[in-house]
């Protein structure tokens, strides 16, 4: 069974910069696709940016193109989303995930089985 461990949220002012890291642990280490999703209170969960590992495809939510940043270390088995620019909207707990149906990516937090613990991140002023 895969596990994951979300770190590196916390309080960040509008324009700041976070990265948060994702590792994932356990048998069998064989995911591909892993995506990052949030959810803010009183909203339904939505996915932010997603990888395919085996060509590095990466995949990302309008609302945050050109802002976020998903990556991936294969030796320490860890995605990274950097998020830059943040804004008050980008409030939410973060979550990563794996396990997806197909093997493939997406943004409908549905086809994903394996979900860390989340990591909350604020952005306010």
């Known amino acids: 069974q895969v596990q994951l461990m979300e770190s590196g949220g916390g309080l960040v002012q509008p324009g700041g910069s976070l990265r948060l890291s994702c590792v994932v642990s356990?048998?069998?280490?064989?995911?591909?696709?892993i995506g990052w999703f949030r959810q803010a209170p009183g909203k339904e969960r939505e996915g932010v940016s997603c990888?395919?590992?085996?060509?590095?495809?990466?995949y990302y939510k309008r609302f945050v193109k050109g802002r976020f940043t998903i990556s991936h270390d294969d030796a320490k088995n860890t995605v990274y989303l950097q998020m830059n620019d943040l804004k008050p909207e980008d409030t939410a707990v973060y979550y990563c995930?794996?396990?997806?149906?197909?093997?493939?990516?997406?943004?409908?937090?549905?086809?994903?089985?394996?979900w860390g613990q989340g990591t909350l991140v604020t952005v306010s002023s």
């Open positions: 995930a794996t396990d997806a149906t197909w093997g493939q990516c997406g943004f409908n937090h549905h086809d994903f089985k394996s």
């Open positions: 356990g048998f069998p280490l064989d995911y591909d696709a």
């Open positions: 990888l395919m590992r085996r060509d590095g495809s990466t």
